[in-house]
């Protein structure tokens, strides 16, 4: 079996996710945020709509010193200045009334004993015309943008009470392995289950819904308990990832399962290090859209460069975002490469930008995982010197987290 390049994994991954993403939902904004625009955002009028004062001051009509006619307040309409030599008090926000020559500051103005106003405008007016931030039809962002509290404030501002969104992919997680403990130290012969905790929180962080009870195991290591857990998983989610049995050992029914449910193998194996035993498979649903399996393997750090190379870019895909460009950073230290295999090396990111190698980077081990911030990426038969640029795939983050 031929295994398949990285990148070319993680392309076909992101493909396979973006061929089945699911159809447009219009939802409140309230309930936005963490979704995708599925459509462009594009201005209803212009913004702002209409001339607003950008200070507390006075509109001024003709040469000074000017009467005051009235007041404007932020979100009342604003009746024109028809006389020379008049004057309205307005507030910040408000509407600059039609006739208006200039904005005075309150600051640099004055009130004589008969009430008439006197101060010097600024050169430049001081107010925001119509149009000033964005044209009525103008797009302002793209679909596949995710929603954040800034878009949301961007939709209401442009008076959006709705915005079209994709659907949030629902994940489901299944841990294989007979030798987990679910709870307590590890001994005799048993070690703790570290990707149950781990695996949902990352896929969250990947725009992915997780349900608690979509989380089951140790799944008993038999080939009709991996079958009946996998049918259960695909009836709730729209992904499944499974830990483990991604080998063809003597307990490793992942393979036999797929075939009885009728799967096909987007990606069997990857040509990378850590990580080589994943897969993604594609399962018939009910409905004629595909449902999705992630055999990520079983020792911890595999599995997370599983996650990040497979998982991450179909979720990408089944929310109508982009494949993220991987960013470039600077190592500090020289980064050794995996022969014919890209190596995907543990490195935290200092405040200079430039990525440092992680230690105990062993495939099993988590603790190099813990103190990094993703993994550098080194390309078949290349290696990487102390000073020179390679790209860098960060961990997932949840909006606002910084690495």
């Not at 089945?20 to 201005?43: F, I, K, N, Q, Y």
């Not at 024109?80 to 904005?103: K, Q, R, S």
């Not at 969104?165 to 070690?191: H, N, Y």
Request: hydrophobic fraction near 45%; aromatic fraction near 4%.
């Amino acid at each position: 079996m031929t295994a398949t390049d990285w990148d070319k994994a993680r392309s076909l991954a992101y493909e396979a996710g973006r061929a089945a993403a699911g159809p447009v939902e219009t939802v409140p904004l309230a309930v936005a945020d963490g979704r995708t625009l599925a459509e462009p955002l594009v201005t209803l009028t212009d913004l702002p709509a209409f001339p607003t004062s950008s200070i507390d001051g006075w509109a001024v009509r003709g040469a000074g010193p000017w009467r005051p006619v009235g007041r404007i307040l932020a979100g009342g309409t604003a009746d024109p200045l028809t006389g020379d030599g008049t004057c309205v008090e307005i507030a910040t926000g408000a509407m600059v009334p039609v006739g208006a020559d200039a904005l005075i500051r309150v600051e640099e103005s004055a009130r004589d004993a008969a009430g008439l106003v006197s101060g010097t405008p600024r050169p430049a007016p001081e107010w925001r015309l119509p149009g000033d931030e964005a044209h009525r039809g103008e797009e302002l962002l793209p679909a596949g943008t995710p929603v954040d509290p800034a878009v949301l404030g961007m939709a209401a501002t442009c008076g959006y009470d709705t915005i079209p969104v994709r659907p949030q992919p629902r994940a489901a997680l299944l841990v294989f392995g007979d030798e987990l403990l679910t709870s307590g130290p590890p001994g005799d012969g048993r070690v703790r289950d570290s990707l149950g905790p781990l695996v949902p929180a990352w896929l969250r962080r990947s725009g992915a819904t997780v349900d608690p009870a979509a989380v089951r195991g140790p799944v008993q290591d038999t080939l009709e308990a991996h079958i009946e857990a996998i049918r259960h998983g695909l009836a709730v989610a729209d992904v499944v990832c499974t830990t483990g049995g991604t080998m063809h050992g003597p307990v490793d029914h992942l393979h036999p399962a797929l075939e009885a449910l009728g799967a096909d193998y987007i990606v069997n194996t990857v040509a990378v290090r850590p990580g080589f035993p994943m897969l993604l498979a594609r399962v018939p649903g009910p409905d004629g859209r595909p449902k999705f399996l992630a055999g990520l393997p079983g020792n911890p750090q595999s599995a997370v460069i599983a996650l990040v190379s497979l998982v991450a870019p179909l979720l990408a895909g089944l929310q109508g975002r982009g494949l993220p460009t991987l960013p470039l950073v600077t190592v500090a230290a020289p980064v050794r490469g995996r022969g014919g295999d890209t190596h995907l090396a543990l490195a935290a990111l200092g405040h200079d930008g430039r990525a440092t190698p992680t230690g105990h980077a062993v495939s099993s081990m988590l603790r190099g995982l813990a103190g990094a911030h993703g993994f550098v990426v080194i390309g078949p038969d290349s290696q990487a010197a102390a000073g020179d640029t390679v790209p860098f795939l960060p961990l997932p983050l949840l909006p606002g987290e910084r690495p």
